[in-house]
């Protein structure tokens, strides 16, 4: 876009030109006049195609109703640069969060505690629980539709209620979703209960601390999940009765056990 900066003034402020310009690309809204940029007409095709054009626009269609509806239509993003007063607007709000939910973050703190505002905008990102009041985080629905896809929220504290460390529920979704490839730790000393997550996912053993993982436990995961020898220390990795548990469920396990087997 850098060329448009090269175009003469007398074409920046030509309305014909540059609404066709933001018809094609939203984006080149940031290079008309300032003229322009107060003339709704353009601004609603820009926004229609780019929602963030939303940033240039002057304070007055930044406050205009039919414009932010269509901005964040778009990319609901865009409800950052519109006025604080749609903050306070449930159908902005609720528009911006099913395209982009954590622009939940952005809504009036009656909003936040909006059931159906933040159910939607959790939908679209589990992210955005952060956002939610301490009422609908503590929300069974609400906490499980986030840890389905982002199972490492179970250890953010600030996010996540401790109690639900607790409830075998939510802790078996953790489990569920999570994937060899992901960090995170679960606060969590039962072993039971890490057991019972153990028949879910073999892979959830790696989330816990090392001292809580016991044979028994790995036996359970092993049984899940034969690959999970390969995360394991080489003290399990050179356990025959381990390996053949292993080994059995699948067989490219093998590659992963103790030279010494």
Not at 130 to 159: T, Y
Not at 161 to 178: G, H, I, N, Q, R
Request: aromatic share 8%.
């Amino acid at each position: 876009h850098f060329f448009l900066e090269l175009l003469p003034e007398k074409i920046k402020d030509n309305k014909e030109v540059m609404l066709k310009a933001v018809q094609i690309d939203g984006y080149t809204y940031c290079y008309i006049s300032d003229r322009l940029k107060k003339d709704k007409e353009i601004l609603i095709e820009a926004v229609k195609n780019y929602g963030y054009a939303l940033e240039w626009a002057s304070d007055e269609l930044k406050n205009d109703k039919d414009i932010v509806l269509t901005a964040v239509k778009k990319h609901g993003g865009a409800l950052q640069f519109a006025s604080k007063n749609f903050y306070e607007d449930k159908e902005i709000i609720l528009t911006a969060v099913k395209n982009d939910g954590i622009t939940l973050l952005f809504a009036s703190e009656n909003l936040k505690d909006d059931e159906e505002i933040v159910w939607e905008a959790i939908k679209n990102n589990g992210m955005a629980l952060q956002s939610a009041s301490d009422r609908l985080k503590n929300k069974r629905k609400f906490v499980l539709e986030a840890i389905s896809q982002f199972p490492n929220l179970i250890e953010r504290k600030h996010i996540i209620s401790e109690k639900w460390l607790k409830d075998l529920e939510v802790l078996k979704v953790v489990a569920k979703k999570t994937k060899f490839t992901d960090h995170f730790k679960i606060n969590i000393s039962d072993k039971n209960i890490i057991n019972e997550l153990a028949k879910v996912n073999g892979y959830i053993i790696y989330h816990f601390e090392d001292n809580l993982i016991d044979k028994d436990i790995i036996k359970t995961a092993l049984l899940q999940n034969g690959m999970v020898i390969r995360g394991l220390s080489e003290e399990f990795k050179n356990d025959k009765e381990l390996g053949l548990i292993a080994v059995k469920k699948n067989e490219k396990a093998l590659k992963h056990l103790s030279k010494e087997l």
